[in-house]
């Protein structure tokens, strides 16, 4: 946990100092620069060389944002935050239906389907507010690439402050939190329990082969990151009878549960070290 410890720390440090020294337009600064995010990036891919990815197949590679590779799914081609590519040779493609017919893959359909992509999202205040919007988006991205390449690995790290920055303080170069509300934890956690751990490769294409869920409170210093139900239960963010169980969204089991995926479904090790 040291590492994503420190990301957290510095994602924390980040958007902090600029709200301080320039209230609500540094905060909307500092979240478009990426800084912040990139943070988390970099645990990813330092999880996945611990695990024993060789990191030339890492893209963008080690403290690096470019290249992303822009892969192409049955809607669209977009840039993917961290990918694990295998030995596989790229092969160019013209794609020839929907919206993107007559655009140029640069890497195949085989190339992309064994490509591991994770993309890594983060929401620190209005988390009620712009839930809609942001959960739809992310089951789009999953059904946008398990459509053309029912096989491919995808993984999703979701992180959200709980309790969340208050942006009317903000707007006062102040650090203050909102108070945490149980619903709004529980729909988190039931929204993406329910998009975890696709099996099967013929259906359920708006689900991931695996969610991490980042539930962070940036109040504390060091940033406290809750990894099991027993936390939550303890800083009242979820009901004490609850019997809802995080751990399969838990950062632990991510990368691992993420890689053996891939190996079932490809009975290959071309991406180990």
């Not at 140029?104 to 064994?114: A, C, I, L, M, W």
Request: glycine letters at 4%; hydrophobic letters at 35%.
């Amino acid at each position: 946990m040291k590492n994503i410890q420190k990301a957290i720390d510095n994602f924390k440090e980040l958007i902090e100092t600029s709200i301080i020294e320039n209230g609500a337009k540094g905060k909307e600064a500092m979240i478009r620069s990426s800084r912040p995010i990139l943070n988390i990036h970099e645990a990813v891919k330092v999880e996945l060389v611990e695990a024993g990815i060789n990191e030339d197949l890492i893209f963008p590679p080690l403290n690096s944002r470019t290249p992303e590779l822009k892969l192409a799914g049955s809607r669209k081609q977009k840039n993917q935050d961290v990918c694990v590519v295998s030995n596989l040779d790229k092969a160019e493609e013209i794609l020839e239906e929907g919206l993107l017919q007559d655009v140029v893959d640069e890497y195949g359909e085989k190339f992309t389907e064994r490509t591991i992509s994770i993309n890594i999202r983060s929401q620190i205040s209005s988390i009620q507010k712009n839930f809609d919007t942001l959960y739809e988006r992310t089951t789009s991205e999953a059904i946008n690439l398990h459509d053309r390449c029912p096989k491919m690995v995808l993984g999703e790290v979701y992180m959200i402050a709980i309790p969340e920055y208050d942006d009317k303080e903000v707007k006062d170069n102040k650090v203050l939190f909102k108070k945490p509300n149980q619903a709004t934890v529980l729909k988190y956690i039931k929204s993406f329990q329910a998009i975890n751990n696709r099996k099967g490769t013929e259906k359920n294409f708006y689900k991931y082969e695996k969610v991490c869920l980042l539930i962070v409170d940036f109040s504390q210093t060091p940033a406290k990151i809750y990894n099991t139900s027993d936390e939550l239960k303890e800083a009242g963010l979820i009901p004490a009878d609850s019997t809802i169980d995080v751990s399969e969204l838990s950062w632990e089991k991510f990368v691992p549960d993420l890689l053996q995926v891939y190996k079932e479904r490809f009975a290959s090790t071309d991406i180990d070290n």
